[in-house]
């Protein structure tokens, strides 16, 4: 009897182990089966709903929306997909349980382009990231780095001189605005404008293309071997390319170190501020003392350079441009802006810092561009762990598209939504766009918001207050305002499909 106990100890051991886990396996596979997925359009065997692919733009997202409502789900190959487009949702994961939806997705060419997430808007929320974060937000985007700031005025000066000497002819202002946000966005990470810049341009073309250019091996991985468009060669090309060029700044600016000859503080650029972090191993704890606490490889120098380059030159030169075109499109909100300037600034002198407090009409202007052209339409966010919102199953890594292009023209938050009123901003009640109103987020929300949102707007209400100061814009070839093309093409960021060109006539009095 003994012997027959002792054999069947372990055994009661296994069971007393095994039926509650057991039971909680029931429970976890309970609440997965419990709760449904959102609603979404029925997809195939396998690929799900791959052949919906070209629906996946801000415009797309939203038209599905309006059939199966503000959370919905789409299966790309092994890739569950859930895209949000109401205020609601937007608040569940972007402030409710950001815990969760603070993660960002990368395709295979994000990871290899940014090194692995070793730059800050791809990694993923945790401890590297919270570390990047404040080295960025104390350092290179603070108002404190007067270098930046300084370098929005002189590049709005220098497109005011190229605009004055072109009085009386077609001006292509969409090339004009990229070229000034491109100069900001350079000078303030390279130091200067023209060293090489049309080399890096080209660079950062190539990237832009193969972040946006589909890969099977995203959604079904088995299929890797399958790279009809050349991908795998043209991203080892394409980060050779970036590699050569910067290292080459990072090399100049080593030796200027080296030589003791670093610019005083004021005179800093990003590549300097980064630099003194510098180490040839990465380190990361979560110290208050940055400096003890984080320790910059040249990959990670390298790939926060190309989030300040991807993440402030097209967002803003979209928002200029769009904010020209909307108000040239309806001439009596131009007038009430440039009637506002006059009387603010008069026609004797320049747009300057003091004045922007008080041009109301121009920051309800510019709030609702940025209501209509949210330009990046799309945030991209992805799940950390299993979570519920709305009643339905968001399986871990799920990728979610908040798609902030309609949820700035969600029917339940505006009135006539598609309609640019920017006097609809007057109103005390209105929403803002720093985030904690849901019905509004061009900057995002939350852990991962814009940290570029102070020099963006500086950016956009310089250039913008000193393009309709300065100058009256009429369209070339006798068009009609109504006939402005008003349609976006999609990528990262959303701009006009086709250029603006516009002929301006000088406004102001003073010299330019
Ligand atoms: C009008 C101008 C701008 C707009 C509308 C804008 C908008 C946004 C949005 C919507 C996000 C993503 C939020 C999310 O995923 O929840 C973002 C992230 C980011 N933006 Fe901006 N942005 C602008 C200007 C800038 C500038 C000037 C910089 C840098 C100099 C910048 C750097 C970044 C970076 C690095 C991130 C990633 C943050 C992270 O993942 O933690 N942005 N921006």
New binding site residues.
């Given amino acids: 009897m003994d012997i027959l106990l002792q054999n069947l100890q372990p055994l009661f051991l296994a069971l007393l182990l095994i039926v509650p886990l057991l039971f909680l396996l029931g429970f976890v596979f309970r609440f997965r089966r419990r709760l449904p997925y959102p609603p979404g359009p029925k997809g195939l065997p396998i690929v799900g709903n791959m052949l919906m692919m070209d629906q996946l733009t801000h415009r797309g997202l939203a038209k599905l929306a309006k059939e199966y409502g503000g959370l919905l789900h789409l299966k790309m190959g092994n890739l569950h997909m859930m895209a949000v487009s109401s205020p609601e949702i937007a608040r569940q994961v ?1 402030q409710v349980q950001d815990n969760i939806f603070s993660n ?1 997705p990368a395709t295979i060419a994000i990871s290899y382009l940014t090194y692995d997430r070793a ?5 993923h929320y945790g401890p590297f ?1 919270r570390q990047m ?1 404040k080295l ?1 937000v104390m350092k ?2 603070s108002r404190k780095r007067a270098e ?1 700031w300084e370098s929005v005025r002189d590049e709005v000066d220098c497109m005011v001189k190229t605009v004055a000497a072109n009085i009386g002819k077609p001006v292509n202002v969409g090339e004009l605005i990229f070229t000034l946000t491109m100069n900001i ?1 350079y000078r ?1 990470a390279f130091g200067s404008t023209n060293q090489g810049q049309a080399e890096f341009i080209r660079i950062l073309q190539e990237f832009s293309k193969l972040f946006g250019a589909f890969n099977i091996a995203d959604f079904i991985p088995w299929l890797s071997w399958i790279d009809p468009q050349g991908l795998n060669t043209r991203l080892a090309e394409a980060r050779k390319a970036l590699d050569k060029f910067i290292d080459l700044i990072i090399d100049e600016h080593m030796q200027k170190r080296a030589d003791n000859n670093v610019p005083d503080e004021a005179n800093t650029d990003m590549v300097d501020d980064l630099l003194a972090f510098y180490s040839d191993e990465a380190k990361v704890n979560e110290s208050d003392d940055l400096q003890n606490s984080i320790r910059l490889t040249r990959d990670n120098i390298k790939a926060i350079i190309m ?2 380059m991807f ?2 030159t097209e ?2 030169a ?2 200029i441009e769009w904010a020209l075109t909307e108000l040239i499109k309806s001439p009596e909100d131009m007038k009430r802006v440039q009637q506002e300037l006059a009387d603010v600034v008069g026609l004797e002198r320049r747009v300057e810092e003091g004045d922007f407090e008080k041009l109301t009409f121009l920051k309800c202007t510019l709030k609702e561009t ?1 209501r209509l052209h ?3 339409p799309l ?3 992805e799940t950390a762990e299993d979570a519920e919102v709305a009643g339905y199953y968001i399986p871990k890594k799920s990728r979610v598209m ?1 798609n ?1 292009w309609a949820i700035g023209r969600d029917r339940n938050s505006w009135e006539e939504p598609e309609t640019f009123r920017p006097a609809r901003f007057l109103k005390e009640s209105m929403p803002d766009f720093k985030g904690s109103n849901f019905e509004f ?13 102070q ?3 500086y ?2 209400d310089l250039a913008v207050a000193h393009l309709l100061h300065c100058f009256t814009w009429e369209l070339p070839d006798g068009m009609k305002p109504s006939e402005l093309d008003m349609n976006d093409v999609f990528g990262l960021t959303a701009p006009r499909a086709t250029r603006l060109v516009a002929i301006p006539t000088k406004r102001v009095v003073c010299q330019l």
């Fill in positions: 972007l960002r730059d800050m808007a791809f990694a990231w974060r960025c290179l985007f930046s966005t303030a989030d300040v993440g402030g967002t803003v979209s928002a940025l949210p330009p990046i945030l991209l966010h908040i902030a987020i061009p900057f995002g929300s939350g852990r991962r918001s814009c940290p570029g949102m020099l963006g707007l950016a956009l």
